[in-house]
């Protein structure tokens, strides 16, 4: 939820319209935490993305990020966690799913629990894959910079630059 809050608080204080819906599963118990973000300089209709029609599935989970492809679109990016959170029995095998994932002509796959370690904390590893999608977002760092101040601000300064930097960061993975 997170992701979405700095999105839209940046995609807004750009001056653009948003329409977001979302649906909270039982995240504390391995259930799909879900938002549909609707972009766009002009105004929009309605806050759910139909199948076939999105252009990003950002997600902190790969095989998560699997599900929801019936929702992109041919030329959509599928941005994606490498590190699977095995809560089920059948999982499929990690480094098959990663395959299949690299599969897509436009896909990112990032290790957002390393790079979130090696900044000093996993809270952090949602901000890396944000950072991950930046330059897919049309939103300028300064702006996801400043959203972040406004969301976490009250947590302090230092939670704040740590997810600048966890940003930052992913978006140095993407690069590569």
């Not at 896909?107 to 944000?130: P, Q």
């Amino acid at each position: 939820m997170s992701i979405a809050a700095v999105i839209g608080t940046a995609a807004v204080d750009s001056g653009l319209y948003l329409k977001q819906s979302e649906v909270h599963g039982m995240s504390q118990r391995g259930g799909a935490v879900q938002s549909h973000l609707r972009i766009s300089d002009k105004p929009v209709a309605s806050d759910l993305i139909p199948e076939g029609d999105c252009d990003i599935i950002l997600s902190v989970e790969p095989l998560e990020g699997l599900r929801y492809l019936p929702f992109l679109n041919k030329s959509g990016w599928l941005i994606t966690n490498s590190v699977p959170f095995i809560n089920i029995d059948n999982y499929p095998d990690p480094e098959k799913l990663n395959s299949y994932i690299k599969s897509f002509q436009n896909h990112i796959l990032v290790d957002a629990e390393s790079i979130a370690k090696d900044l000093g904390s996993i809270k952090v590893s949602n901000m890396v894959m944000l950072g991950a999608a930046a330059s897919l977002l049309g939103l300028s760092q300064e702006m996801l910079d400043e959203s972040i101040r406004i969301l976490f601000g009250k947590k302090g300064d230092e939670i704040v630059e740590l997810n600048i930097e966890a940003v930052k960061n992913g978006r140095m993975a993407a690069k590569k």
